[in-house]
């Protein structure tokens, strides 16, 4: 079916000017755009959004990083999009991550690793309502 994910362009990938780079491939995985917007997150606004890892060791270091320069967020609309976006990213740590995926081309470390993408239906539901409003959405 036809779904929805949501995106995130981490800031490594836009302090290195690869908003195009990582957007070419997640089309060319057959992911279609249907809203982004380039923005400064707010560390209340990382806090909430990773408010799952809060007690990891690595929380306050990952909202840092997150907030420490501008972010795309996306929606994407595809065939089984949490998959194909989960797919094309590859691995949460570029070491392990395949040939041919987002993170294994541009990720620079496990926290570095250019790109977030929803692990379930459900997380991208939420996280979609997190950054867009239901009109800046457009299929
Ligand atoms: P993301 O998909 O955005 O979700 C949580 C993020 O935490 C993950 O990608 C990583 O970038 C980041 N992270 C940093 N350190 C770790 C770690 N040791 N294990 C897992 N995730 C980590």
Do not use: C
């Given at each position: 079916?036809?779904?929805?994910?949501?995106?995130?362009?981490k800031?490594?990938?836009?302090?290195?000017?690869?908003?195009g780079?990582?957007?070419?491939?997640?089309?060319?995985?057959?992911?279609?755009?249907?809203?982004?917007?380039?923005?400064?997150?707010?560390?209340?606004?990382a806090?909430?959004?990773?408010?799952?890892?809060?007690e990891?060791?690595?929380?306050?270091?990952?909202?840092?990083?997150?907030?420490s320069?501008?972010?795309?967020?996306q929606?994407?609309?595809?065939?089984?999009?949490?998959?194909?976006?989960?797919?094309i990213?590859?691995?949460?740590?570029?070491?392990?991550?395949?040939e041919g995926?987002?993170?294994?081309?541009?990720?620079?470390?496990i926290e570095?690793?250019s790109?977030?993408?929803?692990d379930?239906?459900?997380?991208a539901?939420?996280?979609?309502d997190y950054?867009?409003?239901?009109?800046?959405i457009?299929?």
């Open positions: 079916a036809v779904t929805r994910t949501f995106s995130i362009i800031p490594d990938a836009t302090r290195r000017n690869l908003t780079g990582v957007t070419k491939m997640l089309e060319d995985a057959g992911l279609r755009v249907v809203a982004s917007k380039r923005i400064q997150m707010t560390k209340e606004q806090e909430g959004f990773y408010a799952v890892h809060s990891r060791p690595f929380f306050n270091d990952l909202v840092s990083f997150m907030i320069g501008p972010v795309v967020v929606v994407l609309e595809g065939e089984d999009a949490v998959k194909a976006n989960r797919d990213m590859g691995a949460t740590n570029p070491a392990d991550a395949a995926t987002i993170r294994k081309t541009y990720a620079e470390s570095a690793n790109v977030h993408g929803s379930s239906d459900e997380n539901k939420i996280e979609i950054f867009f409003k239901p009109e800046e457009v299929g």
